[in-house]
């Protein structure tokens, strides 16, 4: 079992360098499958989402190989598998995206529901409800979720909750339907730009992305490209979260897009940090116990909710009583529990979380629980006085490109062991 040990209380120092965005990643390499021809996919993080995306490829025809540039090849003119068997796609959320891919490719597909981290009811009704508006009958039977269609056709889609997802799985399903398909009430998030950004560069008509229409023409062939994933937003949040948690820390945080993170540059200033918006970096300064405030996750432009659990942190050490609403999963709130071992005191009431900010956390032994309440347990070890110990890191490694490697960088003292 590996862990993470941290010893905490050393400000963080330095600069680090931002990946390529996982929830983009994880997207737009099943998209690749639209082109029966070859794509180049350049600044994908080394995480392990990508290794079993690359997997599943190779498992259904696909020759995909992944540089160490972080760059994947994929060559999906041997593509000819629409039956997904492997137990690989429960690993992770996105292999949803295959729907979209396989149905747009073959006119049907079949595959296990997918998994992912364990933050609520994770419904796909709306991406199936895109679906068959496009044309397509879906069955779910024996926990397989079966599609066919014998043609697509351009529908306007009104999405009945905001769904990153279901409006990147519609915007793949829809471009090579007939005619045209507007979605509306559309996610806008950073990932949704780039997953129409590289349908684009395939050739697609997709228009609106990053507003709530998205319009997408029809068109009767996708062809390969080459394509750069944008900085992730996220990993970026959570940097600047860990610069500001730690009084004294001065983190120069480098490709990044500073849009993507108006939310968390504007809640961090509220809190009394240091940000410094500078081109392409943001330079987080601490100058000493941060201030509360009042959170509520919402959809881009609004504070993340995938950034919810690593704010909790700094928050349960700032001055004040800080109040956190999670609006977009119910579960969200696992990491309090290990949290309170650490001395935080939080009080939770459905999806809502009151935090009494304490002067100090005190390392202890967690686990995390999920994939961002890692990152938070790892925040909270830097800050905390003594020794942490985060168990269950194979969820951070799902989404974080060596985190603890870019954190000794920093200044932590941070190791993994085996133990
Ligand atoms: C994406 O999940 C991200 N995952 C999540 O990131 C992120 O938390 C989430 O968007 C919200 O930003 C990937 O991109 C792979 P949604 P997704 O569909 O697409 C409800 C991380 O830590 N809903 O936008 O699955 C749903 O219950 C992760 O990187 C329906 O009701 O999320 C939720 O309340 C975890 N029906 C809300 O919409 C549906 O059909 C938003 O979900 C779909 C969603």
């Known amino acids: 079992m590996e862990k993470l040990v ?83 796609v429960k690993e992770l959320r996105a292999s949803y995206y295959l729907l979209g891919a396989l149905l747009t490719r073959f006119g049907r597909v079949t595959m296990p529901y997918p998994g992912g981290c364990d933050i609520g009811v994770r419904p796909i009704d709306q991406h199936i409800k895109g679906f068959r508006a496009l044309g397509a009958d879906v069955d779910i039977e024996h926990g397989l979720i079966k599609i066919r269609a014998d043609r697509l056709v351009g529908k306007q889609i009104f999405l009945d909750v905001v769904s990153v997802g279901a409006t990147i799985n519609i915007m793949i399903a829809a471009t090579m339907a007939e005619g045209i398909t507007v979605i509306e009430n559309a996610a806008k998030e950073p990932h949704v730009v780039d997953v129409a950004n590289f349908l684009n560069s395939m050739g697609a008509e997709v228009k609106g992305a990053g507003t709530d229409v998205i319009r997408i023409k029809g068109v009767k062939q996708l062809h390969g490209t080459n394509y750069m994933v944008i900085p992730d937003q996220i990993e970026a949040g959570t940097y600047m979260i860990a610069a500001a948690t730690i009084p004294g820390g001065d983190v120069v945080i480098e490709n990044i897009i500073p849009k993507h993170l108006e939310s968390i540059t504007a809640k961090l ?78 009080k939770v009431e459905g999806r809502v979380a009151v935090v009494e900010g304490i002067g100090k956390l005190s390392g202890a032994s967690v686990y995390a629980t999920d994939l961002r309440a890692g990152a938070a347990l790892v925040i909270a070890g830097l800050i905390a006085e003594g020794r942490t110990e985060v168990g269950d890191i194979y969820h951070i490694d799902r989404g974080y490109e060596q985190l603890e490697d870019k954190l000794r960088c920093l200044g932590a003292d941070i190791c993994r062991t085996n133990t």
């Open 269 to 346: 200033i509220e809190m009394g940090i240091d940000v410094r918006e500078n081109g392409d970096s943001v330079r987080v300064i601490s100058r000493g116990r941060p201030r509360s405030t009042d959170i509520k996750t919402l959809p881009y432009p609004g504070f993340p909710t995938d950034l919810q659990q690593p704010i909790t942190v700094l928050l349960s050490v700032a001055e004040g009583t800080s109040m956190i609403t999670e609006s977009i999963w119910e579960g969200r709130f696992k990491h309090v529990d290990e949290l309170k071992r650490m001395g935080a005191d939080i």
């Open 6 to 88: 941290i010893e905490g209380g050393k400000p963080l120092k330095g600069r680090v360098r931002i990946s390529g965005a996982k929830n983009a990643a994880v997207a737009i390499i099943p998209a690749a499958l639209l082109a029966d021809d070859k794509c180049r996919i350049e600044n994908l993080p080394a995480i392990r989402d990508v290794l079993v995306l690359r997997d599943i490829m190779n498992g259904i025809g696909v020759k995909a190989e992944l540089k160490e540039t972080g760059t994947l090849e994929l060559d999906s003119s041997g593509l000819d598998c629409w039956n997904i068997e492997n137990g690989l």
